[in-house]
């Protein structure tokens, strides 16, 4: 966590060396934080994907006969089929939804 953080404070302030840079293959934006329920990006080359993650909110949500409210926010991916095709985004997306679900174990 100690080498993340100085990455981040490095990245932040403009001063990561050449060897900690390269061009994106896939880009993650958040705009939840300014309240934006659902993201769908443009995909700029060299990039092949972009996954944006809306703002957190209040979802009736059924499950095993049972209905109620849980936390949700909605994650969208543009994808270049050139690179994969949608059945390898739609793995890639259920695979963050695992992760998310025990955010302890990341």
């Given at each position: 966590m100690?080498?993340l953080?100085?990455?981040?404070?490095?990245?932040?302030?403009?001063?990561?060396?050449?060897?900690?840079?390269?061009?994106?293959?896939?880009?993650?934006?958040?705009l939840?934080?300014?309240?934006?329920?659902s993201v769908?990006?443009?995909?700029?080359?060299?990039?092949?994907?972009?996954v944006?993650?809306?703002?957190?909110?209040?979802?009736?949500?059924?499950?095993?006969?049972?209905i109620?409210?849980?936390h949700?926010a909605?994650?969208?991916l543009?994808?270049?089929?050139r690179?994969?095709?949608?059945?390898?985004?739609a793995?890639?997306?259920?695979?963050?939804?695992?992760?998310l679900?025990k955010p302890?174990?990341?």
């Open positions: 100690e080498q953080r100085d990455l981040v404070s490095r990245a932040r302030a403009g001063r990561l060396q050449r060897a900690e840079m390269a061009d994106p293959t896939i880009t993650v934006t958040n939840g934080d300014l309240g934006v329920e769908y990006g443009v995909i700029y080359p060299p990039q092949v994907a972009m944006g993650f809306g703002r957190v909110m209040e979802q009736p949500w059924a499950e095993n006969g049972m109620g409210v849980r949700a909605i994650a969208t543009s994808a270049d089929h690179v994969s095709d949608g059945m390898r985004g793995r890639y997306l259920a695979r963050i939804e695992e992760l679900q302890e174990e990341l």
